[in-house]
């Protein structure tokens, strides 16, 4: 899973934030979300918590492996 933190603008967010969140350089606007989209190409969402998208990621990698299994 690839995981890309963005400004509310849709852009890449690179900076540096504090641990409660904030920005620590004047320019930039905070990570507003997180986008993440999955190595097979068929999965991809987007949500304010990290680890809520891993929870997410990992629900569709199950399901995927179910499905190949019971294809075979």
């Not at 934030?17 to 350089?25: H, I, L, M, N, R």
């Not at 969402?45 to 294809?71: M, N």
């Amino acid at each position: 899973m690839s995981t890309t933190a963005r400004h509310a603008d849709g852009t890449p967010c690179t900076h540096r934030v504090t641990p409660s969140g904030k920005p620590t350089e004047v320019d930039c606007s905070g990570r507003h979300d997180y986008a993440a989209t999955c190595a097979c190409g068929g999965w991809e969402s987007t949500g304010t918590v990290k680890a809520a998208l891993r929870y997410s990621h990992d629900s569709h990698r199950r399901e995927a492996e179910r499905a190949e299994t019971s294809r075979a």
